[in-house]
């Protein structure tokens, strides 16, 4: 009950300022914030919806991906 209440809140607080949202899920220096955070600059609504997408659609506990530089 207590993780639906915070998914709850964390909607919230991205709708009404979409990086506070996504920093509270992920933190400060993830990627998906330094991207919410650059989408909310260019436009209030962009972030919006990639807030929520980010707290609804992806998993916190799925394991990191890891890039591979192409030489």
Known sequence: MASRSCTFLE?????ILPPLG????YG???MEFC????????G???GIIYAVYV???LDRD????EYYAVA
């Open 22 to 25: 996504v920093f509270l899920h």
């Open 28 to 30: 400060c220096c993830s």
């Open 44 to 46: 209030y609504i962009p």
């Open 35 to 42: 991207i919410c955070l650059l989408l909310t600059i260019l």
């Open 55 to 57: 707290l609804v659609a």
């Open 11 to 15: 909607i919230l607080l991205a709708i």
């Open 62 to 65: 799925e394991p990191q991906r």
